[in-house]
């Protein structure tokens, strides 16, 4: 049994299909090409995918990764040209590596998401320069709770969406904001970016243009000692 590490980037119309959707899509491309995926065990086995964190629907991201195990030993590049060909518009496979069938998952490894952000603020925030909006981003940055209500079926329930936040590196210019959002990834309490969003807006009078936003995962990342490293590069714990 082989295992390898794949860094892809779904970009385009294929950021709206869902996650069980993007695991169909792998499977296909997988058998088309000819690659001999390993199969669970069980009454209904199904192929030995490990994905990374999963991106909300409409979402595009640059550097996603997977794990696939095989039953044969491959090239790294021979398997990510094989499954490229059978890839539709949108799907890329960026690189692929091999790692050993012991190393730590990629849910367990990814603690850090990167997303590029690209918003309008409202007239109405009153933002009239560059430090002004650097004012009233301080402004939200000094609370020390940013409670946020969730509902689902189950009921409502509050988070802390504050501790999440690793740093914002967002500048302004003629009402339109850019730069970066860092989050720490954790599988009990995952906070959204738009939720950071929303929160400035709460907490700092960042009013935006929800028609005028635009959020892409441009990395997922595993922390070390304050460095943020690709899945690629750090195998183990």
Known sequence: MYRF???YSKQGPMAYI???DLTRTFERAARRAGLP??????YHPHYKFSFGSVLPVGMEGEREYLDMELTGQSAPAEIGQALQQQMPLGLKIRQVRMVPLE?????TLIDVARYAITAQLCPNAGILSSAEFTQRL???LARESWPIVRSSVKGTREIEARDSVIRLD???QNQLVQ???WLKLNASKAIRPIEVMESLERYGGLTWDKN???IRRTGLFVSREGRYLSPMDVITR
């Open 5 to 7: 590490r794949i860094e």
């Open 18 to 20: 869902s996650h069980l």
């Open 37 to 42: 995926v390993a199969l669970s065990q069980g």
């Open 103 to 107: 190393a730590p998952s990629l849910m």
């Open 138 to 140: 301080a402004q939200a």
């Open 170 to 172: 967002l500048t302004w």
């Open 179 to 181: 730069g970066d959002i």
């Open 212 to 214: 005028n936003l635009r």
